[in-house]
């Protein structure tokens, strides 16, 4: 057993029955009897890249708080920004969604409801709440004010309910170029919430969108069609981030104003994780100028990257559901997502033999027969409930790793040395005899001898031996590829102390050792248990939990490192400092 790196102090709904702040506004709202007592939730992304582990908390919660009340959770695509969004987005997300083991009661794109939103906006202008304006985006920016100065209104805030919708349905009927008018929310340009001062609500966009096509000219903004779409499909929780939180009183203002459905739209905080970055266009950045190979790269913390690292959607749900939902800001270690994935694949992997290493020493055990062969009984994992084993070749070669030998050994070295004594996993103890060298004197290979007696499971030599090391029979190994991957960045919050990426890049802080390739030999058993499918995760004996990439080859399996047996990069910190 691991131990759990520190928890965040935020709320988590556990089996005790302590609700987190957003399970009880819902069971408020529930008692209160609003909306019948349903539940109704949506996951709204934007389809302008791939999902990442900060959208996973929030697919985990809006589809877990819908589940846990009986109710119903969409899938709604926030579509409203033509220039961005693209098909491949859509598949990719509905794809990550499906794999965190959800499904959706619906699947929405917000451009469905272009022309109903373009209704709501014609019904704001003819009650007078809503106006054409023909000033630039600098005029209306100046115009705004700031949070301790009133804005000032502009000169076209008083247009006539018929030249506002005349103007309007011109824009719409692509009349005026792009940026030559807006529509305008008609609220308070004195509010001390700088929302309210009067927001755009429409721009005029002449851009092909990927599912209406040329249709619209113009386009509702976020304000403008979040909560409007909310209202269409009868959402009664609308969570978001809490950057939003200022949002929330002109998401209540169009609500009263438009008399749509009252959704309840609640903030809490988004994800943040260590030695990571979690902006979709920060993610993009890395993928477009080469930075790593491709979304789903195992360093990304896309779903699809995280994926391909070797983590299983139940470590995922829960590691979501120990950082809890929180009111607050905060930066979650990175050692807690790795912990969740430990601890399950701890208890499901088998436990393999690989030796990772360029330059494996070759051992020949001169008493060992030539030809023979050995089918050695390996138990998969000491922590099944019914152990299993598994055939493992044996021969008179085999693979150790460079660094289970040493010539000159310190004291307490219990891995081989010259005259020395180890067991090979599952098999026989042997001794070190004899070195070779080539020319340059390097070790290539070591002569050993074997005790027949002290076959793993029927020892009795009554030799003891301090240490046990991995093997491969040289005749019967699989080379493979081996992918050892590292954190991301090389500080712990690369968007922290640079938000604005005005001193430098947030690309300057990448771990330039993120990405180790090292050649590998592997039992042959695992390889075919990954090609038929039959388990894709494994535990490295000594090394790590694996996983088959899909770059594997037929004459050449890749393997890439989930994460290491042990949280090894804390340790590593305090060596260095
Ligand atoms: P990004 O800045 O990475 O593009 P976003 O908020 O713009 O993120 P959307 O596609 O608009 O991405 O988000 C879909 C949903 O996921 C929203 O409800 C959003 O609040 C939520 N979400 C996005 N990032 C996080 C995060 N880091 N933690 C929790 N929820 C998040
Ligand atoms: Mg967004």
Same mark, same amino acid.
């Given at each position: ?26 069971? +408020?709202? #529930? /008692? @209160?009897? !609003? ?9 709204? $992304?934007?389809? &302008? ?88 985006? +600098?005029? #209306? /920016? @100046?115009? !705004? ?9 502009? $000169?076209?805030? &008083? ?419």
């Amino acid at each position: 057993m691991t131990e759990a790196p520190n928890e965040s102090s935020t709320e988590r709904s556990d089996a005790g029955g302590h609700l987190n702040f957003i399970e009880q506004l819902v069971e +408020e709202d #529930i /008692a @209160a009897g !609003k909306n019948g007592g349903q539940v109704f939730t949506r996951f709204p $992304p934007e389809p &302008n890249g791939y999902l990442h582990i900060g959208h996973a908390k929030s697919i985990c919660l809006n589809f877990g708080l819908a589940d846990k009340y009986g109710g119903q959770t969409n899938l709604r695509f926030d579509d409203t920004n033509p220039v961005t969004e693209d098909t491949e987005y859509v598949d990719s997300i509905k794809n990550d969604v499906r794999w965190l083991g959800f499904e959706w009661e619906n699947e929405f794109y917000a451009s469905d409801y272009f022309e109903q939103i373009y209704g709501f906006a014609e019904k704001l202008i003819q009650k007078g709440l809503a106006y054409v304006d023909d000033s630039t985006s +600098e005029e #209306i /920016a @100046a115009q !705004k004010g700031t949070p301790t100065e009133p804005g000032q209104p502009s $000169p076209y805030r &008083n247009r006539s309910v018929d030249e506002n919708l005349d103007l309007f349905r011109r824009m719409r009927a692509g009349e005026y170029a792009d940026g030559a008018k807006v529509l305008r929310a008609k609220v308070d340009m004195a509010s001390p919430n700088m929302q309210l001062r009067d927001p755009i609500i429409y721009r005029i966009k002449h851009a092909h969108h990927h599912r209406t096509g040329d249709t619209w000219c113009i386009y509702p903004m976020y304000d403008f069609a979040h909560g409007q779409s909310d209202a269409i499909e009868h959402i009664t929780h609308s969570l978001c981030t809490l950057e939003f939180e200022v949002h929330r009183p002109l998401y209540e203002w169009f609500i009263e104003r438009l008399g749509i459905f009252p959704s309840r739209q609640i903030e809490f905080a988004r994800l943040n994780l260590t030695y990571t970055v979690m902006s979709k266009r920060k993610l993009k950045q890395l993928v477009e100028e080469g930075h790593v190979n491709g979304w789903d790269d195992p360093r990304m913390p896309t779903i699809a990257g995280i994926r391909r690292r070797g983590y299983t959607p139940a470590s995922l749900r829960e590691f979501a559901d120990r950082i809890g939902i929180a009111r607050r800001e905060n930066l979650i270690d990175l050692g807690l997502m790795e912990f969740c994935i430990r601890e399950e694949l701890n208890k499901t992997t088998h436990s393999v033999m690989a030796v990772l290493d360029e330059q494996p020493i070759k051992l020949v055990i001169t008493n060992y027969e030539e030809g023979r062969e050995e089918l050695l009984n390996i138990e998969n994992n000491p922590e099944e409930e019914t152990i299993t084993y598994r055939r493992v070749p044996f021969s008179r070669e085999v693979y150790i790793e460079r660094d289970d030998f040493m010539e000159n050994p310190p004291k307490k070295f219990f891995r081989l040395f010259p005259g020395g004594m180890v067991r090979l996993k599952g098999a026989y103890i042997i001794k070190c005899d004899d070195l070779v060298r080539n020319d340059a004197g390097e070790i290539t290979e070591l002569h050993c001898s074997y005790i027949p007696e002290s076959r793993s499971g029927s020892d009795t030599s009554g030799i003891n031996v301090k240490g046990t090391i991995h093997w491969v029979s040289v005749p019967h190994a699989v080379e493979a590829e081996v992918r050892l991957y590292d954190r991301l960045f090389s500080v712990e919050n690369p968007a922290a102390d640079d938000p604005d990426g005005q001193l430098r890049s947030f690309k300057d802080l990448l771990n330039p050792n993120s990405l180790e390739i090292v050649r590998a030999f592997v039992e042959p058993a695992l390889v075919e248990a990954a090609r038929s499918g039959e388990q894709t995760n494994f535990q490295f004996m000594r090394k790590g939990y694996f996983v088959l990439d899909p770059d594997s080859t037929t004459n050449r399996p890749v393997f890439n490192r989930t994460v290491t047996l042990k949280d090894g990069w804390a340790k590593e910190q305090n060596r260095k400092s």
